[in-house]
């Protein structure tokens, strides 16, 4: 279709925005660099839509899918005679799906930070960065093969280092960001190996090697297919490589909703969707670990999720939790066909675009609330809903969706996340309900702490008047428009998203797909919801409640091992620095400098030594140089009579 | 050009001879490459173009014959960049900088010697060329415990150029041939394999000690991090890449019966040399010292991709040697930048630089991210195609050997971002620091130039493998049994 040729731009502009602001950003003010930024940003969100129009617009072929076009692809790095790694520009459903998502976050982050990070120093750096990262995150999921994949992979990989670590006088920003690197870092290891195990079993590097090649490869595919998993579980934070996902939290707030939250984070989910005919037809059983690995990371960090204080950090727990949801979805699949086993495919790929708006919504909120209150501790909250009340009712909206609680979006992909999960085993499905109810409880607790309850402000407030503080309180204010009008627009999303027919844009098999309610399922799921949504109201309305001081009484152990995420960090901390670094990298640097060195500066002084030894001899003493000779010459002659 | 040197008298007509000298002869390695791929795409495809020859020595059939392919040319190319390079980051360089000068064009010489001929002894010879400037570079205008390292630097690779001498003398008498020319002797492939099994281990660990092959590679961290800042450049950027040239050149292609049959030797200590050097690289505290284990990381990462010896590895390996070059090259220089400043190298004295010099900052972090691999940059797919060619070798002990080396990405992600995070990161805690400051138009020159170099190499990949492609597909040809 030649009408798309004009993708291409989509790529292009932000990456030349990137080069524009990386290398003259310093000499442009900030309003100049900001508005670039923005500007930029607008016409890729435009050209997006225009692709899904006409895309979507074309109509299905004859089999009655949409057609996977490939606009543009090039030979970048030829590898071997029939290996290389092309670049190019592949559209399909889900990858015009993603489209949508992260240029509708990414416009709205780039909007909001006009705002947010008004003043800053480096402001034209963050505009710089955050070009970068639009621009790798669209790569990403255009990619036409597996290591344009990688390689996009990497990018965002950078761009969220260089964006966690914005703040870079900041300690905590600078481990923060070392760590999500790392850790992910070591997840792509295992994903290069899958990308290697892969092309050479298949001969290819695209995403559709052709039946015959992956059933003589055999064996191999459902390993080069975990491999790849364990890449996308490390940016995906599944458990146990999530330890970066909450320390990245260090970072700027809007880039935490564009990349921990909305876009970068779901990359592993998206790496499983784009491989997923491969896996349901040669890899079913590493289908199914996924979903168990994804099943216990949702529960577990809906349970750590519980009992944080950082509100930024109950949204990276809930984040995890939530992308989980979307891997279980698409581990439970057992078939290609929706109407049997299928489902999950198209309720992973709904759950993801609807998390994306209301996850964003709810970061930025935390933002103007940050913004507002200059702290991320919830007990320099409370009470806010009186002055932030645009901030207020948005949050509740994204609280509400998340919880599950119809007519929000996140009612619908979630159920079907559920309706999913009970066709595959009703074990699995009980499972994630419980979740779904932790959600509720855990995202309304953070919304009473928050919103209701005493004022912090008030407090500081009369102890100032009374005269124990010295500092006048500082009162917090509803954000500027800039930052509001981005949470209006996803708040309005999130309220509608719910109703739009995604199957009939996304499934399993490319077939038009009606979703409709199972209203079981979702009888179940809302009564769960508002259940977990009561338990906070009582607990947390009002601060501090009798129940909540009994429970935490009572389960002190637990909601202490907890808020420290079950120490699963200084168990890695324990394996990274006891163990590699002292244990293994130290002594290998000692062993270099003293024993192989060693070995050598030895040969060294065993030949200066030597030489020592010699050197007498080599007297310059005419006298007994002759004694040496004729001594010699004695020898040589009784030698001779001997022998002779 | 050694000689308009000699004849200057004063600090600025040495600066002009030399600025003018080694862009004259960048300016000519950049003709040779347009020219060379020009040649090859109207359809010339002679291994060698442009040879010539003379004859030095008849008694023992010494030629200083020369001639080109893919893969010299891109060495050519790389050097002359580093040596212009070099220049400029040596702007300042005290005492005597005219013989400062001389022997580092002396050094260069040699290394373009090396380069484009092709009769093994006139090889060695440019070898040896290259090593004694080199030990007067590091001993005279070095610094910290400098003779200690000069010395032995030199006697290390002398030892090294012994064994080789005598491979190469072996090659010689083995095949029987009347000529040293490597392609003759090559065409002959006659050399007992008896012979061989001797000759090849020597020829290979001769240039294994310039290519930091464990356990040789002692000489490389103390010699790095007394040389003087262009010093290290050329050497880390260039005299470390003789040592694969010369293995794949001399070694591997004349003696293919023993490099397949022990290859399996070499390959252990590459994949040591690979996973060690990072190791150690994480712990050290010195940033001259961090680098020079990074180098013998990623040299241990050419050599081991020359072993696995499939096309697309060995071209793996020629685009890391071009790859490394720069970027070691550019890290060194970027230490020498901020050792001049700070008058320090160790970590734990060095925090915020970002703040006092952030071009300089900006110049490392770039550097640390293309070291670490990071697409977009030449590491990226230098890496890529030697792993993906390593994996191409379908046996168990290759495709071990390959993922351990893999595990390198990681490790070296961390000693990058360790030194990163300690250095640039954070706020000054010298209070002396804070008044220093940022580099200087010669100095950013030297660092813009390095830093598109490897941009380019990285974005545009394409034609640099095509290049090398043809040159290392005779070789390989050779190999195959």
């Avoid at chain 1, 300690?171 to 899958?194: C, E, H, M, N, Q």
């Avoid at chain 2, 390695?29 to 090859?40: C, E, G, M, N």
């Avoid at chain 2, 890290?331 to 008058?343: D, E, N, Q, S, V």
């Amino acid at each position: 279709m030649e009408q798309l040729d004009f993708t291409i731009l989509i790529l292009a502009l932000p990456l030349i925005c990137f080069v524009v602001l990386g290398l003259c950003g310093m000499k442009m003010s900030h309003k100049v660099a900001g508005l670039l930024g923005s500007i930029t940003l607008a016409g890729v969100t435009l050209l997006s839509y225009a692709t899904a129009a006409i895309y979507f617009g074309a109509g299905r072929n004859m089999d009655g899918i949409y057609q996977t076009i490939t606009p543009y692809n090039i030979k970048w790095l030829p590898l071997g005679e029939t290996l290389s790694i092309d670049m190019g520009i592949m559209l399909d459903p889900i990858s015009v799906m993603m489209l949508i998502v992260i240029s509708t976050v990414s416009l709205m982050v780039h909007i909001y930070s006009l705002g947010y990070m008004k003043g800053e120093k480096g402001f034209q750096r963050y505009y710089a960065y955050l070009s970068l990262f639009t621009f790798s995150m669209l790569g990403l999921v255009v990619a036409t093969n597996i290591f344009q994949m990688y390689v996009f992979w990497e990018l965002v990989g950078v761009s969220s280092y260089l964006l966690i670590g914005f703040y870079y006088t900041k300690p905590a920003a600078i481990a923060a960001s070392k760590k999500a690197f790392i850790v992910t870092r070591f997840a792509d290891l295992f994903f290069l190996i899958g990308i290697l195990l892969y092309g050479f079993y298949t001969g290819t590097y695209s995403f559709t090697p052709g039946e015959a090649v992956l059933i003589s490869a055999g064996a191999v595919i459902p390993i080069a297919l975990g491999l790849m998993f364990v890449g996308g579980a490390g940016k995906s934070a599944m458990f146990p490589l999530h330890i970066w996902l909450p320390d990245a939290m260090e970072g700027p707030t809007p880039v935490s909703a564009l990349i921990h939250a909305a876009t970068m984070v779901v990359a592993g989910v998206y790496l499983v969707a784009r491989m997923f005919p491969i896996f349901i037809d040669f890899a079913p059983e590493t289908l199914h670990i996924i979903a168990y690995v994804g099943a216990f990371t949702a529960l577990y960090a809906a349970i750590v999720a519980c009992v944080q204080t950082d509100i930024k950090r109950v949204l990276a727990f809930s984040t995890i939790s939530q992308i989980a949801f979307m891997m279980v979805a698409l581990g439970v699949c057992t078939s290609t066909d929706p109407h049997e086993g299928g489902l999950g495919y198209m309720a992973s790929m709904f759950h993801l675009f609807t998390h994306a708006m209301f996850k964003g919504l709810l970061f930025l909120g935390a933002g103007a609330i940050i913004h507002a209150v200059h702290s991320n501790e919830k007990c320099h909250m409370g009470g806010l809903r009186k002055y932030m009340p645009i901030t207020h009712i948005t949050f509740l909206i994204a609280c509400l969706a998340i919880a599950g609680i119809p007519p929000f979006s996140g009612f619908f992909s979630k159920d079907e996340i559920l309706v999913a999960c009970y066709s595959y085993s009703t074990m699995m499905g009980i499972f994630m309900s419980i979740v779904a109810a932790l959600t509720a409880f855990y995202m309304f607790r953070l919304y009473y702490l928050i919103f209701w309850g005493k004022s912090h402000y008030e407090e500081q407030l009369s102890q100032y008047n009374a005269g124990t503080l010295d500092k006048k309180p500082h009162k917090p204010h509803e954000a500027p428009a800039t930052m509001t009008i981005p949470l209006i627009i996803l708040a309005v999303i999130t309220l509608f998203a719910g109703f739009i027919p995604f199957g009939h844009f996304v499934s399993s098999n490319g077939h038009l797909y009606d979703i409709h309610l199972d209203w079981n399922v979702a009888t179940i799921s809302v009564v769960l919801a508002i259940s977990g949504i009561f338990m906070a109201t009582i607990m947390y309305i009002k601060g501090n409640s009798p129940i909540t001081n009994a429970i935490n009484h009572n389960m002190s152990n637990i909601i202490e091992a907890a808020y420290h995420r079950f120490y699963m960090d200084e168990l890695w901390l324990f394996v990274t620095k006891r163990i590699i670094f002292n244990c293994i990298s130290r002594p290998i640097a000692w062993f270099d400098r003293h024993i192989i060195d060693g070995t050598m500066d030895m040969l060294a002084t065993v030949t200066q030594k030597i030489g020592d030894v010699v050197r007498p001899i080599q007297s310059g003493n005419v006298q007994s140089y002759s004694m040496w000779f004729l001594g010699g010459a004695l020898v040589i002659l009784t030698a001779l009579i001997v022998f002779a | 050009m050694l000689l308009a040197l000699w004849l200057s008298r004063n600090i600025k007509q040495i600066r002009t001879v030399m600025v003018v000298g080694s862009t004259m002869l960048l300016a000519l390695s950049v003709y040779l490459t347009v020219d060379f791929i020009a040649q090859r795409s109207a359809g010339v495809s002679a291994a060698q173009l442009y040879t010539d020859s003379w004859c030095w020595y008849p008694a023992l059939n010494i030629n200083y014959s020369i001639g080109v392919d893919g893969i010299s040319v891109v060495m050519i190319l790389l050097s002359s960049i580093i040596v212009f390079t070099g220049t400029f980051a040596s702007w300042n360089i005290k005492p005597q900088p005219k013989e400062f000068f001389l022997w580092y064009m002396l050094l260069s010489l040699g290394v373009y010697g090396f380069f484009i001929t092709t009769d093994m002894f006139a090889m060695f010879m440019f070898y040896e060329t290259a090593l004694i400037p080199m030990y007067l570079l590091i001993g005279v205008w070095g610094s910290g415990k400098k003779e200690y390292s000069a010395m032995k630097l030199t006697l290390m690779l002398m030892g090294g150029s012994a064994f080789l001498l005598m491979g190469i003398l072996g090659i010689y008498f083995g095949s029987g041939a009347t000529t040293m020319n490597i392609h003759e002797i090559a065409a002959m492939n006659n050399i007992d394999t008896n012979l061989q099994y001797i000759f090849f281990p020597m020829t290979f660990v001769g240039f294994g000690v310039l290519g930091a092959l464990f356990p040789f590679h002692t000489w490389s961290p103390d010699g790095h991090a007394s040389a003087p800042t262009s010093v290290s450049m050329l050497h880390a950027g260039v005299l470390m890449k003789l040592g694969g040239y010369g293995c794949f050149r001399i070694a591997m292609y004349l003696m293919p019966q023993a490099a397949n049959d022990l290859a399996w030797i070499f390959i252990i200590l590459t994949t040591i040399s690979v996973v060690y050097g990072a190791l150690s690289a994480i712990s050290q505290t010195d940033l001259k010292y961090i680098n020079a284990y990074s180098s013998v990381s990623h040299c241990g990462l050419v050599l081991f991709a020359l072993l696995m010896m499939t096309q697309t590895s060995c071209t793996g390996a020629i685009l890391q040697m071009l790859s490394h070059g720069l970027m070691t090259a550019l890290f060194f220089a970027l230490i020498g930048m901020i050792y001049g400043r700070t008058h320090t190298r160790d970590i734990r004295e060095l925090q915020g630089l970002m703040k006092i010099m952030p071009f300089l900052a900006v110049g490392y972090v770039i550097a640390g991210l293309a070291n670490l691999g990071l697409p977009g940059f030449s590491g990226f797919i230098a890496e890529m195609t030697i792993f993906v060619g390593s994996f191409m070798v379908d046996d168990t002990f290759h495709r071990v050997v390959t993922i351990i080396a893999c595990t390198s990405i990681v490790i070296t992600a961390v000693y990058i971002l360790r030194v990163v995070g300690k250095i640039l990161y954070g706020e000054p805690i010298n209070e002396e620091h804070k008044r220093l400051s940022d580099a200087s138009w010669d100095e950013r020159f030297t660092v813009i130039c390095l830093v598109a170099c490897i941009a380019a190499l990285g974005i545009a990949p394409l034609w640099v493998s095509d290049l090398i492609n043809n040159g290392v597909s005779d070789i390989i040809a050779n190999l195959m049994p």
